[in-house]
Nanobody, 116 residues
Framework: QVQLVESGGGLVQPGGSLRLSCAAS????????MGWYRQSPGKRRELVAS???????NYADSVKGRFTISRDNAKNTLYLQMNSLKPEDTAVYYC??????????WGQGTQVTVSS
């Protein structure tokens, strides 16, 4: 059971870029899948990107072509590269092992704010 800590969020103008990092307390090489979620006020938490142990990726339609998920097993770190950011991308972003379980706890996340 690994603990995950998100970082890299901040304030960015529309059209800008950010890279989020998720540092794991232990090896992630044996974790079959991981993903990034986001949640903003008035919206439900949504899965925006996922990656399997073999490297297969999947993206929500709203971020496809703009976001890239990757993992560095040697550094025990998951990344989310976010380009062409839009105000609607504003949210708290969380990383999780997949699949989620009903009573899984969520970390603090990292705040991304896209605004002029």
């Amino acid at each position: 059971q690994v603990q995950l800590v998100e970082s890299g969020g901040g304030l960015v103008q529309p059209g800008g870029s950010l890279r989020l990092s998720c540092a794991a307390s232990g090896s992630i090489v044996s974790i079959n899948a991981m993903g990034w979620y986001r949640q903003s006020p008035g919206k439900r938490r949504e899965l925006v990107a996922s990656i399997t142990q073999s490297g297969s990726t999947n993206y929500a339609d709203s971020v496809k072509g703009r976001f890239t998920i990757s993992r560095d097993n040697a550094k025990n770190t998951l990344y989310l590269q976010m380009n062409s950011l839009k105000p609607e991308d504003t949210a708290v972003y969380y990383c999780k092992t997949l699949p989620t379980r009903p009573f899984d706890s969520w970390g603090q996340g990292t705040q991304v704010t896209v605004s002029s």
